[in-house]
């Protein structure tokens, strides 16, 4: 098992341009969720797929995010025009149960 | 609304122990839980609970009350490798997402 799996590990993109995060969740785990953590604002929850439907995306600014789960074997958080705000580690996890995530080692976003 | 409240670090020596207070609120609490995150890595979980009282899992112990909005994480037996920081998240009956905490920095010295 090797656990939640995230590309790339790092992403460097210039103000303006377009992002697209990974994420291959653990086999058989039917929820993904996608969070965002900084140090200033913390964990915070942008959106959930479970059997790869969208189920909650409260957490998502409702501009230039967009998540897609195509197949239960991979998710991608798009971010379109990228401004240094959006800056932060993007952490994926998935779940079999309600109550226990395992988060994948996340994407460390940097927008210049 | 939501939140989630921690206390910013907590020190403490090799052999005793640590406890991580948390305090939350929320409209429709449906579950805590506590994560550890170690600099540079991703958040590993410890433990949940949703009904009032201790939890007791060896290393880590949990408790709480959901009456005031309360739980702690009680680390035993401090090890040098526990140093990290501990995260409070929260679930609510209208959200499937975690509402975290900021985490405690826990520094265990010899």
């Known amino acids: 098992n090797a656990g939640v799996i995230q590309t790339p590990r790092h992403k460097v993109t210039g103000k303006g341009q377009e992002a697209t995060l990974w994420c291959e969740p653990i086999?058989?785990?039917?929820?993904v969720f996608w969070y965002r953590q900084t140090i200033v604002q913390g964990l915070e929850f942008l959106t959930y797929?479970?059997?790869?439907?969208?189920?909650?995306d409260s957490g998502m600014p409702k501009e230039r995010f967009s998540a897609q789960m195509p197949n239960q074997s991979h998710s991608t958080l798009k971010i379109q025009s990228t401004q240094p705000q959006d800056s932060a580690v993007y952490l994926c996890a998935s779940s079999s149960s309600s109550y226990e995530q395992y988060f994948g080692p996340g994407t460390r976003l940097t927008v210049l | 609304g939501q939140g989630v409240e921690q206390p910013d670090n907590l020190m403490s020596v090799e052999g005793t122990f640590a406890r991580v207070n948390c305090t939350y609120s929320t409209s429709g609490f449906n579950g805590l839980s506590w994560y550890q995150q170690r600099e540079g890595h991703a958040p590993v979980f410890l433990s949940y609970v949703v009904l009032d009282g201790l939890k007791d899992s060896g290393h880590f112990s949990t408790f709480l009350s959901r009456s005031n909005g309360y739980s702690y994480l009680l680390l035993t037996e401090l090890q040098i490798k526990d140093s990290a920081s501990y995260l409070c998240?929260?679930?609510?009956?209208?959200?499937?997402?975690?509402?975290f905490g900021l985490g405690t920095r826990v520094s265990v010295f010899p």
């Open positions: 998240a929260v679930r609510d009956q209208s959200a499937q997402g975690l509402t």
């Open positions: 086999s058989g785990h039917s929820a």
């Open positions: 797929f479970r059997n790869q439907a969208p189920i909650d």
